[in-house]
């Protein structure tokens, strides 16, 4: 057996897992997982692991690029370190420049030689100056780097069809096209690859203030000036707001591939957020629930796309969602800069999960952000670094990518803490496209341990990530305070059975057929 602070791991011992069990079932949930061979929807797209990095606080300047005169180690400008945490975890695609930023940003003034380019505001966040160093060759540079697909986001509140038109073709176009020259001519003269383009942001806010109504026929003439092979994106809901579904769908459906939702997790309020750290089991409960909101709010606007797209050609894709609390005490309240948890891991696991439940219409996420801004992968300071949980369950996750979910069902108590109840675990089974089973088990209670009852058969190998506090993070100065630990189980006969720990991540795989 292997111990952790306050619980105990059975491995391979179907005996020794059945007496735990029973100590656990006096004081945890019990729960019964049944894992069905049919299959449940769509492969699980890769995109759904996507990322955004926006021009905003310490994201993209200091979090990924340093410039090449920069002590820290980079490669043309870009930290190495940052590179090498994000190629391990497979990003599929990574979203730029915004966000709300995306609106104010004009293209021209990030390329060409960096000390010729202008100055700028980033009026959005801060107020801070944009030195536009880093611009259209430094993002693609990253990509290339980290081995992702280019999602850009641009400017339909302050820019014009013209201009975002030009982007692409700047983009994309080989010879004899003058734009791909000048792109050329600025040291890349092979055309880029875009994968995705997102026609504006957050369309009845910092992204132009606009009518659903004229969102949409704006929509479409940026859409169809934008159509060489990249997937169109247009921006949807993140105000629960159904009649602004209905209206893209009704009015934007031939020149849209996708449109999306924004979903933030703010425990408390916009003044008052919640902190990220130091909070009570009132707060983990809450945080979580919310976060669990999110799959209503997707079977919400599955209902309202299907009236009018029942085969579900138009993905959903979330191109923003993550936990937004109050900034770390001392940090420029415009830089979104948060300590990231063990919660966060969990809010992590159980929205991956929630997307792996709707694969036919949820085709791509961007997790908001990538590197020091809001429920981060990364954290950097100066030359120091710090992998977050959240980083942690991405790679956990990552046998999930292009797996195909199973159905299960789970029968799981509930616990309670003030107005909110939860069930006590969440779980994902998919199978793999060489026939492995990875299935992942959270248990969102904070105090007692779960005791998982399944028909799975074989044996399992993969990790666990759970601490013995709820803010468990970690910090520059310990960096490897919260990190999976290697976990292997074996059936019994009857199948495999468990005790979750409290507040823990697991994915495991077996690579066998049940
Ligand atoms: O992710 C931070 C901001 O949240 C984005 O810029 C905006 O789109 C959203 O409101």
Aim: aromatic residues 8%; negative net charge.
């Amino acid at each position: 057996m292997m111990k952790y602070p306050g619980w105990t791991v059975v491995l391979f011992s179907g005996l020794l897992a059945a007496a735990a069990a029973c100590a656990a079932a006096e004081n945890g949930a019990n729960v019964v997982l049944t894992l069905h061979t049919n299959v449940n929807g769509p492969v699980i797209s890769r995109h759904i692991f996507g990322q955004f990095a926006e021009h905003l606080g310490r994201g993209i300047y200091e979090g990924i690029w340093v410039g090449p005169d920069s002590p820290i180690p980079n490669t043309r400008g870009i930290r190495n370190d940052v590179v090498t945490a994000l190629k391990a975890l497979h990003v599929p695609n990574v979203r730029w420049p915004g966000g709300c930023f995306a609106d104010e940003y004009h293209w021209r003034k990030g390329i060409g030689v960096a000390n010729h380019r202008p100055a700028t505001i980033n009026a959005n966040w801060g107020g801070v100056t944009e030195p536009n160093t880093f611009g259209t060759h430094e993002f693609m540079d990253f990509l290339d780097q980290i081995g992702a697909r280019a999602y850009l986001s641009v400017n339909v509140g302050s820019g014009t069809v013209q201009e975002a038109a030009d982007w692409l073709e700047y983009l994309t176009a080989g010879p004899p096209d003058a734009l791909g020259a000048e792109r050329a001519a600025n040291g890349h003269a092979a055309p880029y690859q875009v994968a995705f383009v997102g026609i504006g942001n957050e369309s009845w806010g910092c992204g132009g203030n606009m009518r659903p109504e004229y969102q949409a026929d704006l929509h479409n003439r940026y859409a169809t000036f934008l159509n060489n092979g990249a997937l169109r994106v247009a921006s949807g809901d993140g105000t629960g707001n159904d009649h602004l579904i209905d209206v893209l769908m009704e009015r934007s459906i031939g020149q849209m591939d996708a449109l999306t939702l924004h979903y933030y997790t703010i425990p408390g309020d916009w003044t008052k957020k919640g902190s990220a750290t130091g909070f009570d089991a009132a707060a983990w409960a809450h945080t979580l629930k919310l976060a669990r909101g999110i799959e209503p709010r997707i079977e919400a606007i599955e209902a309202l796309m299907d009236k009018r797209d029942p085969q579900r050609r138009i993905g959903l894709f979330v191109d923003e969602w993550g936990t937004w609390y109050d900034t770390e005490p001392g940090a420029n309240p415009g830089f979104l800069y948060q300590q990231n948890t063990l919660r966060d891991a969990l809010v992590a696991a159980l929205t991956l999960d929630v997307f792996q439940r709707h694969t036919d219409r949820v085709r791509m996420t961007s997790i908001a952000q990538m590197v020091n801004v809001l429920q981060a992968m990364v954290l950097a300071d100066g030359r120091r670094m710090a992998l977050t949980p959240t980083y942690h369950v991405y790679d956990m996750y990552k046998p999930f990518k292009g797996a195909t979910p199973l159905k299960i069902r789970l029968s799981t108590t509930r616990w309670q803490r003030g107005e909110d109840d939860l069930p006590a675990v969440d779980a994902s089974v998919a199978r793999t496209a060489d026939g492995a089973t990875v299935v992942a088990l959270v248990n969102l209670d904070p105090e007692r341990p779960a005791h998982v009852r399944t028909n799975l058969k074989g044996e399992f190998r993969g990790s666990i990530l759970t601490a013995a506090k709820m803010d468990a993070h970690n910090t520059f100065d310990q960096p490897h305070a919260i990190e999976p630990a290697p976990f292997s189980a074996r059936a019994g006969a009857e199948g495999w059975t468990l005790d979750l720990p409290p507040k823990t991540v697991l994915v495991v795989s077996a690579p066998v057929r049940h």
